[in-house]
Nanobody
């Protein structure tokens, strides 16, 4: 049972990235999945949530309108599409279940 994130990279401000969170050992369609991030020297920050009830995803105010989370049940994967990236989005991004299972993270760096 694990989550594996990928897709992090270094991009310029205004750029876009799509992060992937592949689950193994359980179906993502029956679990609430959160994206969280941790910037250097900062506490963990909640970013978004997609739940098992197919309700609309929810987002932190800091990313609302720029980030979109979605789920592909056929690939057992949750995505975080990030647009109009800002320097302050620089962080390690993790996906995690509501029960505390978390991946190893993927680094996103936004810099000119």
């Amino acid at each position: 049972v694990q989550l594996v994130e990928s897709g992090g990279d270094r991009v310029q401000p205004g750029g876009s990235l799509r992060l992937s969170c592949v689950a193994s050992g359980f179906p993502v369609r029956t679990h609430t999945i959160n994206w969280v991030r941790q910037a250097p020297g900062q506490l963990l920050e909640w970013v978004s949530q997609i739940n098992a009830a197919d309700e609309p995803p929810t987002y932190a105010e800091s990313v609302r309108g720029r980030f979109t989370t979605s789920r592909d049940n056929t690939k057992n994967t949750v995505y975080l599409e990030m647009n109009n990236l800002k320097v302050e989005d620089t962080a390690v991004y993790y996906c995690e279940t509501s029960r505390g299972l978390r991946g190893q993270g993927t680094q996103v760096t936004v810099s000119s």
